[in-house]
């Protein structure tokens, strides 16, 4: 039985080091989306990275976004760098970070292309751990995380073993607790995401640019189930400059182009270009 464990243990430990070291040459070339869910958000943080002198238009957004405007078709005046919702609006504060890192943004236009529902997205998603820990709890990133990020973490021990290049490299979410939960809120707008909105807002500002927040493409069965109530909370938060034209921005298709979600496209060729007519 002993001489068992043993040649286990060092299967194991064997096992570990060359799966880390396959997920570290992934991560080092920047191959890892093609081994995790929704890895295009990796081709948009490596977008971030990079010098984009001929674009007016940089687009931040979720996976509705995503396929209005994929990331690897638009790289020219319009600059598509959208992900996913789970990443939050602090997801959203960090890509524009590293961007702003790597490009001018005076006189630049931000846009974020953006589904109702995802301004009420919170750490508490049980997605937070791989669309926001893994791609941004990490040294490229750290400079800009405040205490508004790292204090919902409850778990800094889970929060780190999320950099392990064989947790970076699957679609891993630990089942145990690892961020503190939000307050309980009364509003559509999630106090995190109204947070990192303002941070974004006074990023692009101080830069030079211009932020300018849009609706993604909505089923008609939705229209005017969101309106109201986003009306209201942008009021009560104070959010009306950074709001301003989003809700009149909202274009309408007919249920049947969506997806059972009633949230994505069933085809993204069913969009005509520049949808939104940046």
């Not at 687009?59 to 638009?74: I, R």
């Not at 989003?246 to 298709?253: A, E, G, P, V």
Request: aromatic share 12%; net charge negative; with cysteine.
């Amino acid at each position: 039985m002993k001489p068992f464990l043993i040649q286990s243990a060092k299967f194991l430990i064997l096992a570990f080091v060359v799966l880390n070291a396959v997920g570290w040459f992934l991560i080092q070339f920047n191959l890892q989306g093609h081994a995790v869910e929704n890895g295009f958000i990796y081709d948009s943080i490596a977008k971030a990275r990079k010098s984009w002198p001929e674009t007016e238009i940089f687009l931040l957004g979720d996976s509705v976004a995503t396929q209005m405007y994929p990331p690897k078709e638009y790289s020219a005046r319009i600059n598509s760098l959208s992900m996913v919702n789970p990443c939050t609006m602090a997801g959203q504060f960090f890509l524009l970070d590293r961007l702003a890192e790597s490009n001018s943004l005076k006189g630049k236009t931000i846009v974020l292309a953006i589904t109702p529902a995802t301004f009420g997205m919170d750490f508490s998603h049980d997605a937070t751990f791989h669309y926001v820990l893994k791609p941004f709890y990490n040294d490229e990133f750290s400079p800009w995380q405040d205490n508004e990020f790292i204090n919902r973490i409850q778990s800094k021990i889970i929060a780190s073993l999320s950099q392990l290049p064989i947790i970076r490299c699957s679609n891993i979410i630990p089942p145990t607790t690892y961020l503190n939960p939000a307050a309980p809120g009364d509003f559509f707008i999630s106090e995190i995401n109204r947070e990192f909105l303002l941070k974004i807002r006074d990023l692009v500002q101080q830069c030079g640019g211009t932020f300018v927040i849009k609706c993604t493409l909505q089923p008609d069965s939705k229209r005017g189930t969101f309106e109201e109530k986003m009306n209201a909370d942008i009021r009560a938060l104070n959010l009306g400059e950074i709001f301003d034209g989003y809700i009149d921005s909202s274009l309408f298709l007919s249920d049947s182009l969506f997806g059972s979600d009633k949230v994505h496209l069933q085809n993204a060729d069913d969009i005509q270009k520049n949808v939104l007519r940046l």
